[in-house]
């Protein structure tokens, strides 16, 4: 064999060519079988498309050819907003006249006569003692609360200019002279100091506890310095005082209020609907009230009938009232921007029309919060407020040969003044005060409060002046020192539980329903039923809160109340925006659905969905369940809904789904209502639960929606 045979063969060229042109076309028939499958999948993509796109036009088309025909039958389920309104206006009329029947002597804080006169009467009565005054304060607070709840639940429509300023500055009044009793029955009681001596120290001890106050007060009879610190007993309140007043003749009192009389008078954000009967048809208008920090006028020549109206309800220290709209710039400058038509009226289905909020860019009305100064658009006292005086203690009863001889001063109750007031002792420091207080057990305090002290002169609360503070929350006290007597009130984050975690209606009965909210630190359950709603439970760590307020049946604007005075607030203020992250909606949107779901909500369970937040601001996607059982909606039995609301639809997506996607759920259509999309999926018996709920129950259901604007703050 001769060398080199078992090598590879040297293709020639003419081989070389060959196989690189086969090689060439075998390239060029795969890019013309890539081309031609591309075109085929582009085509089928196409003629895809243009079958979705015409079954949408077709739907779409046949959705409004029949939007006539539903957004009739929806007024006719409308007509029970105007029912509850009527039912109100008889009841608070009714409940007028029971008042004038009962000539019981208590006066109606609606007429200024009557109020007028039981002021002036109680005015003029001196001498009384701490009982009664507390007695008769009882009575104060209620006519205070019904004047609030008299400017929370009267259409705003039916409230003129000049009865909302003289229903504030009744509130004020009566606030006023409810202290002022109080300071003259503490002077009373003052004077016979001697009487109340307690046995071992010798100094005056008295605790008077009721319902809505705790009257605490020590009298330094014998000014002994060992006796610079008391605690007293039976509330659990106490002070540690400097040595130089510890030997002066002083008094201190510890007067806490459970309620907050100081603070600047706040509103309760609310959404009314206003419901007119023209000739022709039912109309609604939303009022819909997202004041915020800036006013601009409204715009005059709105002549609609139906129209988002601001509500100038908000109650206030310093008693003013401007025709203006209050609005929300973060919420509905896109809505501004895209339609650029800032006067005009944003028509809905139901013939409920929402007037774009207008922009205000005056920055005189931004309010400029100083250092150590508590900002209560975030904040909110909690727990009421405990007033800790030094006061002059007045000379005493003695005894002389059998005769009882007193000095008798017309000073009025003299406070006792530390740090001493005077220019050589202006810049010297002096020993701070020592508090212990007790708080509230019908409180809830989810982190460690700050402590606020009130500024008189500034008429705010402010957080320095105040050190040491020390919190046992198992206890539930805190102790601090301070450098002067003060008033003193704790201070809490008023948005902890927002945004919530999650939210259900969930149908439990004839007119009932669960509405639970779950936030951060506590799953709240409310029961509506009727026209009344109760707080059903508040779960907090693994635990039941507040039983004092559980099961008691009242209105919802009552509930929304009684929970914020607890400090359970899942009811965003008109400020919120800005210190919670917002899942921003448009009110068109926000408010429609709140009312379409109030309609159905009787046979129809609704839930939080996570695609909210991808839905846009145009969109909010929300699950549905039919549910006329009374246990838990199951996972699977769950739909979703997105509805903007002028359109509704079924999605395609589940909870569980991927990514978000607007595509319609299989042999699905478009409806102009939710009532109507609904519907396609209900039994009879579900709609005929519909159809006969109460107007009450529909308008209670609304109210607590709109108060707690689960769409926008989950």
Known sequence: MSGGSGGKKKLSKAERLRLQKEEEDRRLIEEEEARLRAEQEEAERLEKERIVREERERLEAKDQERRGTELAELHSLEENFLSARQWKADYRAHAKWEHYMQCDGSPDPAVPQEINTFMSLWQENKNEDIEFVIKKGNQVLNLIEKLNFLLLDTPPNELM????????????????LLHQKYNEATEHLLKKASTFADSDSGNMDVVIKDKNITFCIWGNLKKN?????????????????????????????????????????????????????????????????????????????EDSDLVIEKE????????????????????????EEESDKKSENVSTNSGVQVAPLQVATDEKEEEIIGENVVD??????????????????????????????????????????????????????????????????????????????????????????????????????????????????????????????????????????????????????????????????????GSEQLSHLTGKWTSPIDLTIALKKAGVNIFPSDYSHKYVCVNKKTPLAEVTTYQQMALVASAFAFSWSKWNLASGQDQVVFKVSEHLKTDAVKDEDWSLYMFNGQRAQ?????????????????????????????????????????????????????????????????
């Open 312 to 335: 100038s309800d908000g109650r206030k220290s310093a008693i003013s009232f401007k025709d203006s709209t209050k609005i929300d710039p973060d919420e509905n400058e896109t809505l």
């Open 161 to 176: 200019e000049k009865v909302i300023i003289q229903y504030q500055e009744s509130i004020l009044e009566l606030q006023s």
């Open 650 to 714: 079924r999605l395609n997506i589940s909870e569980t789904s991927e990514a978000f996607s607007e595509d319609l759920a299989e042999n699905t259509e478009f409806h102009s209502t939710l009532y109507h999309l609904i519907k396609d999926f209900a039994s009879e018996e579900a709609i005929e639960e519909v159809k006969k709920a109460s107007c009450l129950f529909i308008d209670a259901i609304y109210q607590l929606l709109i108060a707690t604007r689960v769409l926008t703050y989950s």
């Open 376 to 541: 209560l658009h975030q904040f909110t006292p909690v727990g009421g407020v405990y007033l800790i005086d030094a006061l002059k203690l007045p000379p005493q009863a003695k005894q002389i040969k059998g005769w009882t001889m007193v000095e008798l001063l017309d000073v009025g109750l003299e406070i006792y003044p530390y740090p001493p007031e005077s220019e050589e002792t202006e810049d010297a420091t002096y020993p701070h005060i020592g508090v212990t207080l007790r708080l509230l057990d019908s409180v809830i305090f989810f982190e460690e409060p700050m402590v606020g002290r009130w500024d008189s002169e500034g008429k705010q609360w402010r957080t320095d002046g105040i050190s040491d503070i020390k919190y046992k929350m198992k206890e539930k006290q805190i102790s601090f020192e301070m450098d002067a007597f003060y008033t003193i009130t704790l201070i809490q984050d008023a948005h902890l539980n927002m945004p919530y975690q999650s939210w259900e209606l969930r149908p439990n009965g004839t007119d009932e329903l669960l509405f639970t909210v779950v936030t951060a630190f506590a799953e709240v359950q409310m029961q509506i039923k009727g026209n009344q709603c109760m707080l059903s439970s508040i779960i907090m760590d």
């Open 225 to 301: 310095p060992r006796f610079k610190n008391h605690m007293f007993c039976d509330a659990e309140n106490g002070f540690d005082l400097p040595k130089t007043v510890a030997t002066s003749d002083v008094a201190v009192r510890i007067l806490h209020t459970h309620y907050d009389h100081i603070s600047p008078l706040q509103c309760i954000p609310k959404l009314h609907l206003k419901v007119q009967a023209p000739e022709s048809k039912p109309e609604l208008t939303v009022l819909y009230d997202m004041k915020e920090e800036k006013e601009e006028e409204q715009k005059s020549g």
